[in-house]
């Protein structure tokens, strides 16, 4: 049967934990470098929708995002790096979804989350700068 109870081998899982890592570092990297690149525009939406220091609000994500994004991808204190981008959803599912008509974005932002949760649990697994350091140091 294809979908059996058995654990994959652990290369596999190895290669996956990679591919989902380096994906959702994409994702917050293209999401960052586009608030960096289009500030004013990002200030803007987020004022329009009511966000306190908006400013504040825009820079701060940005840079957790960016720096959330290079350590997961790098797989460089993953756990922290996942932390960082987990905390930059927050305020924005918060304010952005408060209007029914931003349920897409609320769902999206929730999907986000949960992806970011087993790095926040396992860390970046074999495929990372954290484990060569581990290796390396033994």
Not at 23 to 35: D, N, R, T
Not at 66 to 83: S, V
Not at 103 to 126: D, E, F, N
Request: charge should be positive; hydrophobic fraction near 60%.
């Amino acid at each position: 049967m294809v979908f059996e109870s058995k654990s994959p081998p652990p290369a596999l899982r190895a290669l996956v934990l990679l591919a989902g890592r380096l994906l959702a570092a994409l994702a917050f990297l293209a999401v960052s470098l586009g608030q960096a690149l289009h500030y004013g525009d990002a200030c803007a939406a987020a004022r329009s929708l009511g966000m306190p220091w908006a400013d504040v609000y825009v820079a701060a994500a940005s840079a957790m995002q960016f720096a959330g994004g290079l350590m997961l991808g790098l797989g460089w204190r993953a756990r922290l790096g996942a932390a960082f981008l987990s905390a930059s959803l927050l305020p924005a599912v918060w304010m952005f979804t408060l209007p029914a008509a931003n349920r897409l974005y609320l769902a999206g932002a929730l999907a986000a989350l949960g992806g970011l949760m087993p790095y926040l649990v396992t860390g970046a697994g074999p495929y990372s700068l954290d484990n060569l350091r581990r290796v390396l140091s033994k």
